[in-house]
């Protein structure tokens, strides 16, 4: 199994990674703080999953679902503070299979993780 996990905060990078790690004991997510290193890892390792937390500031969450599904159809869940619904939906429409709003706890996200990869792995 291989994950990657893109965003800044280290407290949503520590719950993914327990979620990650607790359904595949053996994985540890590849981090990267930007959303351009975090196209590059995806390139680099084809995951099997994507986690992002959409604080990077190179570029905005909407454009990075793009480049992500320019070249990848990997599962990809979005975990976000949104304040604004339209956000969530065009995430949604962009081509990200999931979005869990903050606050979230640690067994929704191993929840959520398992159901967009059930079908993919």
């Known amino acids: 199994m291989r994950a990657v996990y893109i965003g ?3 407290k ?3 719950i993914t990674t327990l979620a990650i790690r607790l ?3 053996d994985t540890t997510p590849e981090a ?3 959303a351009e290193r975090g196209l590059e890892l995806i390139g680099e390792i084809a995951p099997d999953i994507v986690v992002m937390h959409p604080d990077f500031s190179d570029l905005s969450l909407g454009k990075a679902i793009q480049e992500i599904r320019r070249f990848s159809n990997v599962p990809l869940l979005v975990l976000s503070k949104a304040t604004d619904k339209l956000e969530v ?3 949604l429409e962009l081509g990200a299979d999931d979005y869990i709003k903050k606050p979230f ?3 929704e996200v191993i ?3 398992r159901a967009v990869t059930r079908r993919a792995l």
């Open 105 to 107: 706890g640690t067994r």
């Open 32 to 34: 990267a703080e930007t």
């Open 8 to 10: 800044a905060d280290v």
């Open 111 to 113: 929840a959520r993780i």
């Open 12 to 14: 949503t990078l520590n």
């Open 23 to 25: 359904r595949w004991p």
């Open 89 to 91: 939906v065009t995430s």
